[in-house]
């Protein structure tokens, strides 16, 4: 069964700094993993979608990554601003699911001015 | 395009009473997901629809929770009778006809849920 891991569960850093966030993943057999951005009392807004295929993808100052085959993504965040206060959560679609995005719990992320 | 569009954002009911939450998916999309997100439990997938056709329910807790999907443009979640446990944010989510790898889902805000 897939499982998903995101550690921490919570990180607070400087304004200024950048900044990787973790996500683990038991099964390689994905479809794609995406990264999500949830702001307090909102909904979710996709971020970044890698395919099985790629190993990166980038948008502004933002760079996810996927390894496979060691069941790992990162996101990094350039030059954090406190705008990206937010709780970041990675999903993969699993190749098994009939479409059923697996989530990792999500990182609370605050940056400090 | 409006994006998802869920209605009410806020619901406060008594236990044993009947909750309906609404959602509009986006226009042309093909796929539309109910969520349910605790503290506890994160986000959970509680149905999905395609093409207005339930495919898998098998997330829904309960009995008490039914959805149904009239037409490509509505879809709502009912909980009766409602209990305190189901508090919590539903989400709906929409997307494009799946195609491998490619598609995301887009999030309404969500339906705050407080059953006393």
């Known amino acids: 069964k897939q499982e998903v891991t995101q550690i921490p569960a919570a990180l607070s850093v400087p304004e200024g700094e950048n900044l990787v966030l973790n996500c683990s993943f038991t099964?390689?057999?994905?479809?794609?993993l995406q990264w999500f951005r949830q702001d307090p009392g909102k909904g979710l807004t996709s971020l970044l979608l890698?395919?099985?295929s790629q190993r990166e993808q980038t948008s502004g100052r933002l760079n996810a990554s996927l390894d496979k085959s060691s069941g790992r993504s990162t996101l990094y965040i350039a030059a954090s601003q406190p705008g990206d206060s937010a709780t970041y959560l990675c999903a993969v679609d699993p190749m098994d699911s009939n479409y059923q995005l697996i989530w990792g719990a999500g990182t609370k992320l605050i940056i400090k001015p | 395009d409006a994006g998802v569009i869920q209605s009410p954002r806020h619901e406060v009911t008594e236990m044993g009473q009947e909750v309906t939450l609404r959602c509009k998916p986006i226009s042309g999309h093909d796929y539309l997901f109910w969520y349910r997100q605790t503290m506890m439990r994160g986000l959970e997938l509680l149905i999905y629809f395609n093409n207005n056709v339930p495919i898998d329910d098998s997330g829904m807790p309960e009995d008490r929770f039914s959805a149904k999907m009239p037409n490509a443009s509505f879809s709502t979640l009912k909980i009766q009778p409602s209990e305190p446990r189901d508090s919590a944010v539903y989400f709906c989510?929409?997307?494009?006809?799946?195609?491998?790898?490619?598609?995301?889902?887009?999030f309404g805000p969500g339906t705050r849920l407080t059953v006393l």
């Open positions: 099964d390689s057999a994905i479809y794609n």
């Open positions: 890698i395919q099985s």
């Open positions: 989510a929409s997307s494009l006809e799946y195609t491998i790898s490619t598609d995301t889902q887009y």
